[in-house]
């Protein structure tokens, strides 16, 4: 079964500043990863897909990698802002299609 | 383009009732997955529906059921529910399910409290 796992489980650091969100997961028999937001009591926010060919993929000040055969991912976010405040999660689809989650990483951007 | 659409967004059920939760995906979207989310287990993976017939399924009980329509539609059913049944339920939509490009989009969820 994959396991995922996401470091660090908090994170909060001024605004303004770049940071990096880590993702691994033991099963590398994977079609891709995406990367979600997802703000209290919210639903879940596709931020990026990577598929399992890609190694990396951008979109605005995110960009995530992808290192399949060592099970690693990182998630990007430059010049972060208080808006980005959430929980991240990353989650990497097996051929069964369902996808498997780690508890995420929650950020605090402060003003 | 509608997102998907979860209805209701919130329910009180008292223990040993039952629930039906309704999901609409993306227009086009064949796929619909249903995940529990709760502070102590985070995100499970229920069951997904394909064109009408379950693909997989995750390890819950009998008593979480669902089925899909032919306008991709899904329901999520629980009977006899339990307290340890309240959670966050959340549908996802995808396109055709497990390939390389599918993306998998969430709706707002269903707030459960079961009392």
């Known amino acids: 079964k994959q396991e995922v796992t996401q470091i660090p489980a908090a994170l909060s650091v001024p605004e303004g500043e770049n940071l990096v969100l880590n993702c691994s997961f033991t099963d590398s028999a994977i079609y891709n990863l995406q990367w979600f937001r997802q703000d209290p009591g919210k639903g879940l926010t596709s931020l990026l897909l990577?598929?399992?060919?890609?190694r990396e993929q951008t979109s605005g000040r995110l960009n995530a990698s992808l290192d399949k055969s060592s099970g690693r991912s990182t998630l990007y976010i430059a010049a972060s802002q208080p808006g980005d405040s959430a929980t991240y999660l990353c989650s990497p689809q097996t051929g069964a299609n369902n996808l498997f989650f780690g508890t995420g990483t929650r950020l605090t951007v402060i003003p | 383009k509608a997102g998907v659409t979860q209805t209701p967004r919130y329910l009180i059920k008292t223990r040993g009732q039952q629930v039906t939760l309704s999901c609409s995906p993306i227009s086009g979207h064949r796929s619909v997955s249903w995940y529990q989310q709760t502070p102590g287990q985070g995100l499970q993976f229920l069951f997904e529906y394909f064109s009408e017939t379950q693909r997989n399924k995750g390890n819950f009980p009998g008593r979480f059921s669902g089925r899909q329509f032919s306008n991709s539609r899904s329901e999520m059913n629980v009977s006899t529910l339990e307290l340890g049944d309240s959670a966050l339920y959340l549908c996802?939509?995808?396109?055709?399910?497990?390939?390389?490009?599918?993306?998998?989009?969430f709706g707002q969820g269903t707030r459960l409290t079961v009392v």
């Open positions: 996802a939509s995808s396109l055709f399910g497990a390939t390389a490009n599918t993306e998998a989009f």
């Open positions: 990577i598929q399992s060919s890609q």
